[in-house]
């Protein structure tokens, strides 16, 4: 969980907005709540102290921390300078100096897209090199962690994200300068690409749990009856279990888990996860986390609101989704054979008045119960999956995948709650915001791309993260037919490249924006 300062939280709060007229101001009760600048800026904001409505002229803003001014029936109270942004990254490796990029260092970030949801995080970062320092550095495989933050009173505050690893450097000489370009990706990502040394079964009267198995796995551990340890020769890890369900700790796959040989370590790991409430993330110190989230109740890790009272933060737009949750009943049995039979069920009401759709399982259980915990599970997993909506915000540096948040709406008299599927933080010189969604990202029809590129950085890697900012969620490209443009299209231009097909199916399974479904690019 990213922790963050008071001062900190205060200044991500909320954009400022800029003042209006003849406009009902409400009263903010702390310093870490909403604030308005004047709409020709002068470097700070202003706090609302007394409400009212404000008047048809722009009054005279003080310059003074403290000073108050009225307004029509508002009173406005000088709140200070406004919070820079900040945005940088630290490069790290064994044995190799250590190097930071930020928004004063000698060579700066030109652009960060920062892309983190239920299995992955990838992140593309452009960096000034203009003087040629990062032209004589090998930076892939080096740890990068990127943090977010203001200038607040307390000085510069950062709050840092989950490490990534360079995969890619990218050198280019453009319009008269130069850049680099890095692509990292995560700790999930890293987990999909180490694959089973060896098939693994394992014995139908095993005592393992989920959480056993799932430490195991992680740690490299894994053994069966014949001594088979399919991820041995993988790094290990140690995962933190912040909380719990009632299944995480007591329900037994037992045989059947069966793990094919080429099977990677995060397959496996998501359908043990999938028996349970519990979830995977990747934090701030390192570790991989799992927790059993929030999908209820008036409690919020963040709330977002257009109007903003005491608390939470605003944001630019949203969007609304509604979908059927399918399949909707979901059955839980043992088999035939099994010693002692039982069996489970759990319904999505809703979805299942509407359009009935049943899915069966079966599992080696010890009682009812459990199979209609397990069956529970699955359909709140499923109702996840499927809620809908987005939203475009100012930057919050310590929203998190799985943190249930509210979002408010008075324009349209709607509220809605849900659990963060996906989110990408976006910075660049003067832009500093983010987009977040509930539920699976939905492709409903194929689509035609145009890229229109500007003076500067008119190369591929400018290309996909223009792909990557301006269409997602709502597109995934495969990686390795990236790879493949590379050698059809090499530096993009408009007569070179004048658009992408995409045929996509609404059921996308996200793995570095690459999906397993069959998605088709035909090439021009």
């Known amino acids: 969980m990213i922790a963050l300062s008071a001062t900190l939280l205060a200044a991500q709060k909320d954009a400022d907005r800029t003042w209006a007229a003849t406009t009902a101001y409400v009263l903010n009760t702390t310093s870490v709540t909403s604030s308005i600048i004047p709409t020709v800026e002068n470097g700070r904001h202003y706090i609302c102290t007394t409400a009212g409505t404000s008047g048809s002229t722009e009054p005279t803003w003080p310059s003074t921390t403290g000073v108050t001014v009225n307004d029509g029936t508002v009173v406005w109270t000088d709140n200070g300078k406004r919070g820079d942004v900040l945005c940088k990254i630290v490069l790290t490796r064994t044995g190799q100096d250590t190097q930071t990029y930020g928004v004063d260092t000698t060579n700066r970030l030109l652009h960060v897209s920062h892309t983190e949801q239920y299995y992955s995080g990838i992140a593309n970062v452009v960096v000034d090199n203009r003087d ?179 608390v939470g933060h605003t944001f630019f737009s949203k969007t609304l989704r509604e979908r059927l949750v399918t399949p909707n009943v979901i059955v839980v049995d043992s088999a035939e054979d099994h010693a002692a039979i039982y069996h489970g069920s759990a319904v999505s009401a809703a979805s299942y008045a509407l359009f009935a759709r049943w899915h069966f399982i079966t599992a080696r259980l010890a009682s009812d119960s459990e199979a209609d915990d397990i069956a529970a599970a699955i359909i709140q997993r499923l109702e996840l999956d499927q809620s809908g909506g987005s939203g475009y915000a100012p930057m919050n540096v310590g929203q998190e995948v799985h943190d249930y948040i509210k979002i408010t709406d008075t324009r349209q008299a709607d509220t809605r709650t849900g659990n963060i599927a996906y989110l990408t933080r976006t910075y660049e010189p003067g832009k500093f915001d983010f987009t977040f969604g509930f539920g699976k990202p939905m492709v409903q029809m194929p689509l035609m791309l145009r890229y229109e590129p500007p003076e500067d950085y008119v190369t591929h890697a400018y290309f996909r993260e223009w792909i990557e900012q301006y269409y997602y969620p709502n597109l995934f490209l495969i990686d390795r037919r990236f790879d493949e443009m590379d050698m059809r299209i090499g530096s993009i231009n408009t007569n070179a490249y004048s658009g992408l097909a995409v045929l996509p199916t609404e059921e996308m399974t996200l793995k570095r924006l690459t999906v397993t479904d069959r998605l088709t690019i035909p090439y021009q």
Do not use: M, W
């Open 132 to 310: 040629g320092n990062l032209t004589a550095l090998s930076l892939q495989g080096y740890q990068g962690v990127l943090s977010y933050g203001y200038i607040t009173s307390g000085g510069n505050e950062y709050a840092a994200t989950a490490p990534l690893v360079v995969k890619a450097q990218e050198l280019y000489s453009t319009g008269g300068e130069l850049i680099c370009a890095l692509r990292l990706y995560g700790l999930l990502d890293q987990l999909n690409e180490d694959e089973a040394s060896c098939p693994f079964i394992l014995a139908y009267d095993t005592t393992s749990t989920v959480k056993d198995l799932i430490t195991l796995i992680l740690s490299g551990g894994l053994t069966d009856e014949l001594g088979r340890q399919p991820y041995s020769h993988c790094t290990g890890y140690t995962p933190t279990y912040d909380s719990e369900d009632g299944l995480l700790d007591s329900f037994k796959v037992a045989d059947y888990l069966t793990i094919n040989k080429g099977e990677t370590r995060l397959a496996v790991i998501r359908r043990l996860l999938g028996y349970t409430k519990c979830v995977i993330r990747p934090e701030d110190d390192g570790n991989l986390h799992i927790l059993n989230p929030t999908v209820s109740g008036s409690t919020y890790n963040y709330e977002y609101n257009d109007t903003i009272n005491s």
